[in-house]
């Protein structure tokens, strides 16, 4: 169970400036676990996150998060680096949320698009049929 969410570091960079931007640009996301430390009866997770806008800028975010659990954590991480599987899923789902959220309002700051596909609207087509 996740007890807390904290996020200690935030790097953003625009490398170009705003009107000369792309009409496409790659956004790539990456999620590193940095680090699990134990303390008391939780596992403390120290995770970077980043998003790459292609040559436009980036957006770094270093936090952690404690999670409450069993020794396994700690253990499986010493191990082979890697959290145990149901616990990974639901620390990266948590820190990934947290993280697109910030980085769309650092990316508004810094005038570079946001790091999620905006929705797109279509009209509808008047469907004509026998009643």
Same mark, same amino acid.
């Given at each position: @169970?996740?007890?807390?969410?904290?996020?200690?570091?935030?790097?953003?960079?625009?490398?170009?400036?705003?009107? !000369?931007?792309?009409?496409? &640009?790659?956004?790539?996301?990456?999620?590193?676990?940095?680090?699990?430390?134990?303390? !008391?009866?939780?596992?403390?997770?120290?995770?970077?996150?980043?998003?790459?806008?292609? %040559?436009?800028? %980036? /957006?770094?975010?270093?936090?952690?998060?404690?999670?409450?659990?069993?020794?396994? /954590?700690?253990?499986?991480?010493?191990?082979?680096?890697?959290?145990?599987?149901? &616990?990974? !899923?639901? &620390?990266? %789902?948590?820190?990934?949320?947290?993280?697109?959220?910030?980085? /769309?309002? /650092?990316?508004?700051?810094?005038?570079?698009?946001?790091?999620?596909? @905006?929705? %797109?609207?279509?009209?509808?087509?008047?469907?004509?049929?026998?009643?």
């Amino acid at each position: @169970m996740i007890k807390d969410l904290e996020i200690t570091t935030i790097e953003g960079r625009r490398f170009a400036p705003v009107d !000369n931007r792309p009409q496409e &640009v790659r956004i790539d996301q990456n999620l590193t676990i940095v680090d699990v430390r134990r303390e !008391n009866d939780s596992s403390r997770i120290i995770y970077k996150f980043t998003s790459s806008f292609s %040559t436009l800028g %980036t /957006i770094s975010l270093e936090g952690s998060l404690l999670y409450q659990g069993g020794e396994e /954590i700690e253990v499986k991480w010493k191990k082979d680096k890697s959290l145990p599987e149901t &616990v990974a !899923n639901e &620390v990266q %789902t948590a820190i990934f949320s947290s993280s697109v959220i910030e980085s /769309i309002l /650092i990316a508004r700051d810094l005038r570079l698009p946001p790091p999620i596909p @905006m929705p %797109t609207l279509q009209k509808k087509k008047d469907i004509i049929g026998f009643g």
